[in-house]
């Protein structure tokens, strides 16, 4: 049972638009959310993190919005850039003894 | 300051041996955390440790096992390897589970053949 999905395992943007990655989640108990880059040979890097407690969090290009209700957060880079081109990790957790729970990413690439 | 290193990056074995993957967290992290990521998967969770302590386990067999040194780095054992344990491990470190980011290593890639 997935309890963090990423739908689309791959996303194609132009240079300078709107990248939106997308995550649903299935525990309510999740109550931090997390997005992670990660290029190849690499380990995942953190990006951005917001609490259940808010509903946006914004931090330069980065921007996360989460919406309890419908359990979906999503990441939105603006503009994008090609640098940007990565796997994105969007991970949840929740108080108590348990881990980083990740979905299984979505790979970005961002064009010229 | 140091981030989380792992090593061997790379490693090569042969079924039915055991591997020893190590990891140093970062100075002040108390947690460690492995994961595997498998050819086209995600992030698989393995194994949390906390203080020393085993805090959790992911849907892995007994023959992965670890432990977390008292200066909370931390070590992965995988006995009696399969072709399928091939795949990149993972370690990560957190001051605080739920409430900070985990700051991840670079990875060791295991190889069995």
């Known amino acids: 049972d997935q309890q963090v999905k990423q739908n689309s395992p791959s996303l194609s943007v132009q240079e300078g638009r709107i990248s939106i990655l997308n995550c649903d989640y299935t525990n309510s108990m999740f109550d931090y959310f997390l997005w992670y880059k990660k290029y190849p040979a690499e380990g995942p890097t953190f990006l951005i993190s917001i609490s259940s407690i808010k509903d946006k969090n914004e931090d330069g290009r980065f921007t996360v919005f989460l919406n309890k209700s419908a359990k979906h957060l999503s990441l939105h880079i603006v503009p994008s850039q090609p640098g940007d081109s990565a796997v994105y990790f969007c991970?949840?957790?929740?108080?108590?003894?348990?881990?980083?729970?990740f979905g299984k990413g979505t790979r970005l690439s961002v064009i010229a | 300051e140091a981030g989380v290193t792992q090593s061997p990056t790379h490693l090569i074995k042969t079924r039915g041996q055991q591997a020893t993957l190590r990891c140093s967290s970062i100075?002040?992290?108390?947690?460690v955390y492995w994961y595997q990521q498998a050819l086209g998967l995600g992030l698989q969770f393995l194994l949390w440790y906390d203080e020393g302590e085993e805090r959790n386990r992911g849907n892995f067999p007994p023959r992965f096992s670890g432990r977390q040194f008292p200066n909370y780095s931390s070590e992965l054992n995988v006995n009696a390897l399969e072709l399928e344990d091939s795949a990149l491990y993972l370690c990560a470190s957190s001051f605080l589970q739920g409430v900070s980011e985990a700051f991840f290593g670079q990875g060791t890639r295991l190889t069995v053949v």
């Open positions: 100075s002040g992290h108390t947690s």
């Open positions: 991970a949840a957790s929740a108080k108590g003894n348990t881990p980083l729970v």
